[in-house]
RNA sequence: GCGCCAUUAGUUCAGAUGGAUAGAACAUUGGCCUCCGAAGCCAAAGAUCAGGCGUUCGAGUCGCCUAUGGCGUACCA
């Protein structure tokens, strides 16, 4: 797409007076800014750090400079007080946006930014024998995302669920099992089984201490090797797995890799020894650390006393591997901040043990999720399964589709499609660091800025274009440009604005690891589009202005389809 | 105690590297389906940006202090 900012920037720093004031091209490219409110034109030029160099107001240097500056593709260059304000030729904004999706489709907002590099997107990353509850879907669907956007953008993404497949809570279940479970009861219902002898565990834990004690020392046997041991924690983890794969089929979540934290089971010594041989290691009460006082990361414990070790070892052992293997240029964690200080400390270590590509692990934080009545406890059972939700949003849409009497032939489908794509979108909506409380009203309610209008908005578009189809007009795109004329109103153009934008949002979200960037600027097309769709009448008398409205359609359905894609969600053609 | 994060309309949230009258959505109120889909559109009302001090020509945005809430603070993950 053709960078207009690129064009006015040429023309600012084209004028002698900039050169004078040692400005160049590209300073003046991060000068221009988009002016708050769209009346005051598309780009704008503050002239307040001028005042110094050139000795006079920022008003009268905006007023001289704003006679002087001429850009093509701006059909006015006005001044407001200390700005300079470019109005850009709606026309050929129109043309540039129709002919570059068009040509684009699918790959519309792509870019080759990331050629060449391979980026690890670690997230989800369940506990094995516990339910994946309301909490869970925040890394699940923000690490999705961010997965599909990276790879939009031209990397070449790993996706990895770094299953919570390893540690105590095994030599629990596994004791549990022993005393009280039956092999039945398991494989009927693994998950809901398991977490049972998870409870029953620790309720008879309080009463006898012993077993604690006994839990880790099978968990130790488990980590030497031990045959039974090992064949329990598979059985239990493949049960696991496969209620695992029940919801991400639901939420058409895919990975690259299911090595979990036990896959570096046998890569644990070699981290410790590595770590003795740097002289980082030391023993404390009985257990080895590494103290990260100095960089007030307080101490990391390596190995327990009882020398079996801990999820901060595995996570080393797991970033070296992964350098190995995948030579990646970013391994990124979509975990809870919760764990924070968890990563700044691995990471530090990393760093410490001299690997320069520490720098490229980067923790990527989300707040919690709450429950109107405190914070969710799967042991009390204040929880909100996942599933659930997911059921209840699909059962939901599909009560307003038999109310709306909508025409279809799968309300199966398009209820998944659009029950489950509200979920999605809800949960990428905010800044993923806020935490938030779960409420069923609100991933119920479709309306607004949700998931279902976006989804709507979409399905609108599509049946304009059916129409056309089946009225025979096939919209040419030849004479773009004299048809563009056609798309200077303001609905028209605020449209056309909002897909101009797309692939600079696109990146930025990537960028900046925040899927919500994208989201927000999803439902600003939306809103466009809505706007356009009242404010114009699409099959105009006039076949050009009919042509070139429908094109525009046709741009605003694909880039709907493209971004709801990035999201993981839906975008059906009819609702 | 110490550290990290958050605090913007009744509610949930946006606010790009500091810049021109702080934006949406939900809820509330009032309009719009004998023109293309009302899961939609238009409009009204609603904000001392937690409080204070400071830096700056200019602060919701940067710094410091205080308050409130959350999270973390070695043998869980």
């Not at 400079?65 to 050929?92: C, H, M, Q, S």
């Not at 049972?196 to 020392?217: I, M």
């Not at 043990?353 to 405190?374: K, Q, S």
């Amino acid at each position: 797409m053709k960078d207009f900012r690129r064009e006015i920037a040429v023309a600012i720093a084209a004028q002698e007076k900039i050169k004078e004031v040692g400005l160049d091209e590209a300073s003046v490219y991060e000068i221009l800014e988009v002016p708050a409110d769209e009346k005051m034109g598309d780009y704008a030029f503050p002239c307040f750090r001028l005042a110094k160099a050139f000795k006079k107001a920022p008003n009268a240097i905006a007023e001289k400079l704003a006679g002087l500056i001429t850009v093509p593709a701006a059909e006015k260059v006005e001044n407001v007080a200390a700005y300079i304000n470019f109005y850009l030729d709606r026309g050929e904004v129109a043309a540039e946006v129709l002919k570059t999706v068009l040509s684009e489709g699918d790959g519309f907002g792509s870019s080759l930014l990331g050629k060449g590099k391979t980026a690890i997107v670690e997230y989800s990353s369940p506990n094995i024998a516990k339910p994946f509850h309301i909490g869970h879907i925040r890394s699940t669907v923000i690490g999705s995302a961010i997965g599909n956007i990276m790879k939009f953008l031209g990397y070449d993404v790993t996706r990895i669920n770094h299953l919570g497949d390893y540690g105590t809570q095994f030599g629990k279940l596994i004791v549990a099992y022993r005393r009280y479970g039956s092999k039945e009861e398991v494989e009927a219902e693994p998950i809901k089984t398991l977490l049972k002898y998870y409870v029953e565990f620790h309720k008879l834990a309080e009463d006898d201490p012993t077993l604690e004690v006994e839990a880790r020392e099978t968990f130790s046997k488990l980590e030497q090797g031990a045959e039974e041991e090992y064949e329990l924690w598979k059985w239990f983890r493949e049960e696991s797995l496969k209620e695992f794969t029940v919801v991400y089929e639901m939420l058409g979540i895919e990975f690259d890799s299911y090595a979990g934290e036990s896959f570096y089971s046998d890569k644990m010594d070699r981290v410790i020894d590595e770590l003795e041989e740097k002289n980082l290691l030391q023993e404390s009460d009985g257990a080895m650390i590494v103290d990260l006082e100095e960089y007030d990361l307080g101490k990391a414990l390596i190995k327990k006393s009882d020398g079996s070790t801990l999820y901060i070892t595995r996570d080393i052992a797991a970033a070296i591997y992964r350098k190995e293997t995948y030579d990646f240029y970013k391994n990124l964690y979509i975990v809870a901040s919760q764990q924070d200080l968890h990563f700044k400390q691995w990471i530090k270590i990393v760093e410490l043990m001299g690997y320069d590509w520490a720098a490229d692990c980067v923790h990527i934080p989300f707040g919690l999720v709450r429950l109107e009545n405190g914070a969710m406890q799967t042991r009390t059972g204040n929880v909100v399964f996942l599933e659930d939700v997911l059921r209840g949003a699909v059962e939901k849409t599909r009560e307003i589709i038999i109310e709306k009497a909508v025409n279809t032939d799968d309300v199966e489908e398009m209820s998944k499609t659009v029950g489950i794509g509200a979920v999605i979108f809800q949960e990428l909506h905010n800044n993923r660091i806020k935490d938030y409380t779960f409420s069923w009203d609100k991933v119920l309610n479709f309306e607004g800025e949700t998931g279902p209008y976006v989804q709507y908005s979409h399905a609108r578009a599509a049946s304009l274009l059916k129409r056309a189809s089946e009225d025979g007009i096939v919209p040419s795109m030849e004479g773009l440009a004299s048809a563009s004329k056609y798309l200077t109103s303001d609905s028209s153009f605020a449209l056309v604005k909002a897909l101009f934008n797309l692939p600079e949002t696109i990146e930025e979200a990537g960028l900046k690891y925040e899927p919500s960037i994208l989201t927000r600027h999803i439902v600003d097309i939306a809103q466009a589009f809505n706007g356009f769709y009242h404010e114009e009448h699409i099959f105009a008398l006039d076949a050009k202005e009919r042509d070139a409205k429908l094109l525009l359609v046709k741009c605003a359905k694909q880039a709907l389809a493209n971004s709801l894609g990035l999201l993981g969600v839906g975008a059906p053609e009819r609702m």
